[in-house]
């Protein structure tokens, strides 16, 4: 007969999956300091890698099923967590390195197996307690999801109590103290014992568990400098802020040459060790002369000074030069409220207070889009301290066709968008850019967005103008004064001739002057965009790697362009198809091994259906991870935030998938294969309804669209979280030992998820992914009433 699942085993995988999922958003906070954000899809996959191989060791080695070793996997769980944190520190993988050092993806690899100890010992607890026939598999499962959504809310407060460091030993602790009253004897000793270490080291030694950031990191590039000196380190949910001295925090990005004097004090600013920027003392105001020489100064000559918005301002030299221009209102929205907090802080104790400036934290697209405001200028600026095109595979909603819409949007008549970006040739982020603006303009109903559009370039930056309405004669001979005075080039005008280009920064060719004129014409713009070397098509929200350029065709030039160097290829993303081979690989052999360990006369493998079910696990596990971290990115925007994003997300889904499972144990007609079209079914609906969803969602407080959000995924949720104990409910009853590796084949494939998803969203966007995900629970109704339909046969 079977028995229930004892209350000790569910409470220790509560604290088992609540500190794994902590553990894992503590990693994702800690790769984007130590390597890079976008990095930190990794950890997904790092994960599941380790629940995977932990099916394969417990279908090969049959005694370790034995539920009376969970309390010892619990204790290598809490050990494991802070063990496989240091180890990984200590790994030599640096992605700067991997254009001349072919070891990198080696440790690469390293790095994937260190991490994912905790996450296989974890996969022990869970692969035993389905391995023993219970009635009710689907309290394991309830008790699994509800521990990993408390774990997604409860890193919150421990990123407000500290870094992400610190969050791997207080979940450590946590485990530890949760055995003190599940475990007994050595296992209770040995907790007592980890819970004392990891206290210590938080008091007494927390040196020895900073994350170790790559030397080529902006941050550490700067604390290099002669006299540069560390001042103060910020941690939130939002991420990590250092604040700086070093003569690499000179920031006046494109100032003009012909100014000569000083500039004033700068102290640095560093989100996350690799964005720089600067907060500019503002106390003197004659040091504050160089405003007038900067490129980003253009727009105060030809439009009103009555309301202007800074974008994303960071250290605020934006907000200077508008409040220098003699500006009577200005507001400003940061997307960092930890960068706002620490520069607010600084400069009210040392540089003194921007009176004029009203700020607000928030993603600026989405603040617009729930106000009516109109601007006379809108500043948004693409420049740090540093130049860097290192963006690859990360998403950025500022700069899509609909973000530029709701900047075109509010602009008051003869307003002005300006645009500022650093030049990095050969030319592909101003092109992409320009082309991106155009598609918006000619969406907000601009019959000849050519002849709203100035372009200036200096020796290091470039400057994009769109005015709402057409430029008049008077604008355009604002803009060649300002230019000639500053010699600073002008790029396009409308009208604009050729000899009037490059002229004072001179360069080789005038490839920005034509690539602008093709651009700006809407009859060969499209054979341009086409047979460009690099892809600079408009991106959308659906798709918002707006620093993605690469064209497979185009490899080879690509190469030659960037100088025969592999570096760009890695961080544009083509690490992605030599990580996915590698995890490939390994997965392969996890979920072969047990075939070789197993005699080929077992009962269990000689059932009908067998590799129908073990396909099923294969396609749920690919679908929950296709469509959640679809869901993730497509909440960004809406939520403002990566953190507050996944957090809401994956919250909403694992406890609506917990409660779907629970629920699944008392209503019969709910454990039925028709539950998987409903997810595929409420999977694609979510594409169709999210547009509609966000549009009422963004209006609302940050605090009523984390919880509209919450709400909206709970369904899903609720039916993703039943095909699984389903599964292995229908394990049990026809062969209790394959469970280890249908847990081995769902963790396994779930390792490629992340990875794949990444992929296929770089091609075709996300809605594809949740398709795709959609596509593989339909998949698996069909395994599912192709073997019950075998086995009543």
């Given at each position: 007969?079977?028995?229930?699942?004892?209350?000790?085993?569910?409470?220790?995988?509560?604290?088992?999956?609540?500190?794994?999922?902590?553990?894992?958003?503590?990693?994702?906070?800690?790769?984007?300091?130590?390597?890079?954000?976008?990095?930190?899809?990794?950890?997904?996959?790092?994960?599941?890698?380790?629940?995977?191989?932990?099916?394969?060791?417990?279908?090969?080695?049959?005694?370790?099923?034995?539920?009376?070793?969970?309390?010892?996997?619990?204790?290598?769980?809490?050990?494991?967590?802070?063990l496989s944190y240091l180890l990984a520190n200590e790994v030599p993988f640096d992605p700067a390195r991997l254009s001349w050092d072919r070891l990198q993806v080696l440790y690469l690899g390293v790095y994937y197996l260190v991490l994912s100890i905790p996450f296989f010992c974890f996969g022990l607890i869970m692969a035993a307690a389905f391995s023993?026939?219970?009635?009710?598999?689907?309290?394991?499962?309830?008790?699994?999801?509800?521990?990993?959504?408390?774990?997604?809310?409860?890193v919150f407060l421990l990123f407000f109590l500290g870094g992400p460091e610190q969050t791997v030993?207080?979940?450590?602790?946590?485990?530890?103290?949760?055995l003190l009253f599940i475990a007994r004897g050595a296992v209770r000793g040995a907790a007592l014992l980890l819970l004392a270490l990891d206290?210590?080291?938080?008091?007494?030694?927390?040196?020895?568990?900073?994350?170790?950031?790559?030397?080529?990191?902006?941050?550490?590039?700067?604390?290099?400098?002669?006299?540069?000196?560390?001042?103060?380190?910020?941690?939130?949910?939002?991420?990590?802020?250092?604040?700086?001295?070093?003569?690499?925090?000179?920031?006046?990005?494109?100032?003009?040459?012909?100014?000569?004097?000083?500039?004033?004090?700068?102290?640095?600013?560093?989100?996350?060790?690799?964005?720089?920027?600067?907060?500019?003392?503002?106390?003197?105001?004659?040091?504050?002369?160089?405003?007038?020489?900067l490129p980003s100064s253009l727009p105060y000559h030809l439009a009103n000074k009555e309301d202007v918005l800074v974008l994303d301002p960071k250290g605020g030299l934006a907000e200077l030069v508008a409040e220098y221009n003699g500006v009577k209102r200005v507001s400003s929205v940061e997307s960092n409220p930890l960068v706002m907090s620490a520069v607010g802080q600084y400069r009210a104790g040392s540089y003194g207070a921007l009176d004029k400036v009203e700020r607000r934290a928030g993603l600026g697209r989405t603040r617009l889009k729930s106000s009516n405001a109109l601007f006379d200028v809108i500043d948004l600026s693409f420049m740090g301290s540093m130049p860097s095109a290192a963006f690859g595979f990360a998403e950025d909603y500022r700069f899509t066709v609909e973000a530029f819409k709701v900047y075109l949007d509010h602009l008051k008549p003869g307003g002005v968008l300006s645009l500022n970006l650093y030049l990095l040739p050969p030319p592909r982020t101003e092109l992409r850019f320009l082309a991106t603006l155009v598609e918006a303009a000619e969406a907000s109903g601009a019959r000849d967005a050519s002849s709203r559009i100035a372009a200036l370039r200096s020796w290091g930056t470039l400057t994009i103008l769109y005015k709402n309405g057409p430029l008049s004669r008077e604008d355009i001979d604002r803009l060649r004064a300002f230019c000639r005075e500053r010699r600073f080039d002008t790029v396009y005008y409308p009208g604009i001739r050729q000899e009037e280009s490059n002229i004072y920064v001179k360069m080789p060719g005038n490839e920005y002057f034509t690539a602008f004129e093709l651009l700006l014409d809407p009859e060969r713009r499209p054979m341009f965009t086409e047979e460009a070397v690099f892809d600079i098509r408009p991106v959308r929200d659906d798709r918002p790697f707006a620093h993605y350029y690469l064209k497979a065709g185009n490899i080879r030039e690509i190469y030659r362009l960037m100088g025969e160097k592999w570096q760009y290829f890695f961080e544009e993303g083509y690490l992605l198809p030599a990580l996915f081979a590698q995890v490939m690989v390994i997965s392969v052999l996890l979920i072969l091994l047990p075939l070789a360990a197993r005699p080929r006369?077992?009962?269990?493998?000689?059932?009908?259906?067998?590799?129908?079910?073990?396909?099923?696990?294969?396609?749920?596990?690919?679908?929950?991870?296709?469509?959640?971290?679809?869901?993730?990115?497509?909440?960004?925007?809406?939520?403002?935030?990566?953190?507050?994003?996944?957090?809401?997300?994956?919250?909403?889904?694992?406890?609506?998938?917990?409660?779907?499972?629970?629920?699944?144990?008392?209503?019969?007609?709910?454990?039925?294969?028709?539950?998987?079209?409903v997810v595929a079914c409420l999977a694609a609906f979510s594409i169709a309804a999210l547009p509609a969803a966000n549009a009422f969602i963004t209006s609302q407080p940050l605090s009523v669209r984390i919880i509209a959000v919450f709400l909206f995924f709970l369904p899903l949720g609720f039916c993703m979280g039943i095909p699984l104990p389903l599964g292995i409910s229908l394990l049990q009853t026809r062969g209790p030992a394959l469970v280890p590796w249908a847990w081995a084949v769902n963790g396994c494939f779930s390792v490629l998820s992340p990875v794949l998803a990444v992929m296929i969203a770089l091609s075709t966007g996300f809605d594809a992914v949740i398709l795709c995900g959609a596509g593989l629970y339909a998949a698996g109704f069909l395994l599912l009433r192709t073997v019950t339909g075998q086995m009543t046969g």
């Open positions: 007969m079977l028995s229930e699942p004892p209350r000790r085993l569910l409470l220790l995988i509560f604290l088992s999956s609540l500190s794994c999922l902590a553990y894992e958003l503590a990693l994702v906070r800690i790769f984007s300091v130590t390597l890079s954000y976008h990095f930190a899809f990794m950890v997904i996959s790092i994960a599941m890698l380790g629940i995977g191989a932990s099916g394969t060791m417990l279908s090969v080695a049959p005694a370790l099923r034995e539920l009376r070793r969970a309390p010892l996997y619990g204790l290598l769980l809490a050990l494991g967590i802070p023993t026939p219970t009635e009710h598999p689907g309290a394991v499962y309830a008790s699994d999801l509800l521990g990993a959504g408390t774990g997604s809310l409860l030993l207080l979940v450590s602790s946590l485990i530890a103290a949760g206290i210590a080291a938080l008091v007494l030694q927390p040196q020895l568990i900073q994350p170790q950031m790559s030397p080529f990191k902006p941050l550490l590039v700067a604390l290099r400098f002669p006299g540069a000196e560390h001042l103060k380190t910020y941690h939130s949910p939002h991420g990590r802020v250092d604040v700086f001295r070093s003569l690499a925090a000179r920031y006046a990005p494109g100032l003009s040459l012909r100014y000569l004097d000083p500039l004033p004090d700068q102290t640095g600013v560093a989100v996350d060790g690799g964005d720089m920027h600067a907060i500019t003392d503002a106390r003197d105001r004659e040091r504050l002369a160089f405003l007038k020489y006369s077992t009962p269990e493998r000689a059932a009908p259906g067998t590799l129908r079910l073990l396909s099923y696990f294969a396609a749920i596990g690919l679908g929950f991870l296709f469509i959640e971290t679809s869901l993730v990115q497509k909440m960004v925007m809406v939520l403002e935030h990566p953190a507050y994003a996944a957090g809401t997300v994956i919250a909403s889904l694992l406890a609506g998938s917990g409660a779907g499972s629970y629920a699944s144990l008392r209503t019969e007609r709910l454990r039925s294969p028709v539950v998987l079209l």
